[in-house]
């Protein structure tokens, strides 16, 4: 390594550089003056740390600055006390009017939900009109109207006008009966019964009269029809013999006598028919039981037991098959002994009537079982006071009718008449 040309140390200095012991200064060459050392690099580095230093503690302010700012000054809407300097903006004030919409036209149900939609509540006042059932005739107030939230808008709605009082039909012929029915929208059912009263003439009414009965309800008209005739075989034996004349002269010699001898046989008289003998009906009033939710197994016997018979109806219903879902009298009420009550029974939830019932009027028991029973129904037989001596021991009515559609498997049952 080459030396410097300056003196680095005091110990280093030459010795032609070290004035002599003498009085007198030396005199110095302005050219042999060394020249200035160097500072220590100890002081550079001390300043880049406190610069780094300092850089240091700034970031850690402005950190600490930054997270409080973001605690401190969130939105207004957010804030739950606003700082005095900037005050939160007031709220959205709550709409309380709304506008009456137009329903004049529509469906009654239709017009509740628009309404609903609005805010506003309705008032149905009802008239009959000639408009179609339901719909709205006219409001108030009137479409376009501010109004308060909330407030009632008067709709008026054309009502059906309600049902007329069954009129009494018993006595009438069943042709005219009919005609009466279904203009009133009414569905008539027939079931023949065998009595005294004129053929084709109606004995009995279900509902009876006063009923008020909506569009679609059935009534069952019980019509009279001759008693049967009861065959007899008649031998009449006739015999007559004209006059025979048969003359016999005997003729004697003192005293000749003609002899005529005249053989008449009488005619008898034909046997004499019995007309079948009438019973007496029913006669005063009983109490309707509750069979709703029993079976027509089990409510038959109570009502049979009643003096009521059943005119049996299948309606739609979810019920179980042959479970009984309505009755046209409530339970309590008074009727005349012998009155047909009509009684909805439900079809079962799938059902459907695609059988129809036979005709066992007239027959013995047995046989009537073995016909329904053959068809794929099932049957019960109950017995009831017979109307005539020929209808004792035979089906003298059953429910439900013969010809009517019901599903299958449904029970049918036989009405058996006995003696009094």
Avoid: C
Wanted: hydrophobic share 35%; proline share 12%; aromatic share 4%.
């Amino acid at each position: 390594m080459t030396k410097p040309d300056w003196p680095t140390r005091e110990h280093d200095i030459p010795e032609r550089l070290v004035p002599e012991q003498t009085d007198e200064l030396p005199a110095l060459d302005p050219y042999d003056y060394p020249p200035p050392t160097r500072r220590s690099s100890g002081f550079g580095l001390g300043m880049l740390f406190g610069i780094v230093v300092v850089a240091l503690v700034a970031a850690a302010l402005a950190g600490v600055w930054l997270l409080t700012r973001d605690d401190t000054e969130k939105p207004a809407q957010a804030s739950s006390a606003p700082t005095p300097t900037q005050p939160a903006p007031a709220p959205p004030a709550k709409a309380t009017k709304t506008t009456v919409p137009r329903v004049v036209g529509y469906k009654q149900a239709r017009a509740l939900v628009v309404l609903a939609e609005t805010h506003l509540k309705p008032k149905i006042v009802h008239r009959q009109t000639r408009q179609p059932v339901g719909t709205v005739l006219s409001q108030r107030p009137k479409e376009g109207t501010e109004v308060a939230r909330n407030s009632r808008v008067r709709l008026v709605v054309d009502a059906a006008p309600p049902p007329k009082p069954l009129p009494d039909l018993t006595g009438r012929p069943y042709a005219g009966a009919v005609t009466l029915l279904k203009g009133r929208g009414l569905v008539p059912r027939r079931t023949t019964v065998t009595t005294d009263a004129r053929p084709g003439t109606i004995v009995d009414q279900a509902p009876k009269a006063g009923a008020k009965l909506k569009k679609g309800a059935t009534v069952v008209l019980s019509v009279a029809k001759a008693p049967p005739a009861q065959t007899q075989t008649t031998q009449t034996q006739t015999t007559q013999t004209q006059t025979t004349q048969t003359q016999t002269t005997q003729t004697t010699q003192s005293t000749p006598t003609p002899t005529t001898t005249t053989t008449t046989t009488a005619k008898k008289p034909p046997p004499t028919t019995t007309a079948p003998k009438l019973l007496p009906p029913p006669s005063g009033s009983t109490t309707m039981p509750d069979l709703v939710g029993q079976t027509q197994r089990q409510a038959w016997p109570t009502l049979v037991q009643a003096g009521i018979i059943p005119s049996v109806v299948f309606v739609p219903s979810q019920e179980p098959l042959n479970t009984i879902v309505a009755q046209a009298k409530q339970s309590g009420t008074t009727v005349a002994r012998g009155s047909h009550v009509q009684v909805n029974v439900s079809p079962g939830p799938d059902g459907q009537a695609d059988a129809t019932t036979p005709n066992v009027l007239g027959k013995d028991p047995q046989t009537a079982r073995q016909t329904l029973e053959a068809a794929g129904f099932t049957v019960q037989t109950l017995r009831w006071p017979a109307r005539a001596t020929s209808e004792i021991g035979r089906v003298m009515e059953q429910q439900p009718l013969h010809g009517a559609r019901v599903p299958s498997g449904a029970q049918i049952t036989i009405f058996v008449g006995r003696g009094a």
